[in-house]
């Protein structure tokens, strides 16, 4: 899970899915590293990534580079995903 949203980061992939249930320890780095490459690590809705709230789980969860967030959060939007 966490190297996909580092191959995000790397260019490697232009955007990944995260599945739901995953957990602040499972991506919290990787997202670190994909914000530094002005990537972003995104909740179904578009809101970023929150780390450290009372549940570490996670729902559906969407990692692009800039360029990828809009058509990624639109195909979330499209199939009522989340």
Not at 22 to 37: G, K, N
Not at 38 to 44: K, T, W
Request: with cysteine; hydrophobic share 45%.
């Amino acid at each position: 899970l966490a190297y996909r949203v580092a191959c995000v980061a790397d260019r490697r992939f232009e955007g990944t899915f995260i599945k739901p249930d995953c957990h602040d320890w499972d991506i919290a780095a990787a997202a670190l590293i994909l914000s530094e490459t002005g990537g972003a690590l995104l909740e179904h809705d578009g809101s970023p990534a929150r780390f450290n709230r009372q549940s570490p789980r996670h729902g559906l969860m969407i990692a692009a580079d800039k360029d990828h967030i809009k058509p990624m959060l639109a195909v979330v939007a499209a199939h009522s995903i989340g």
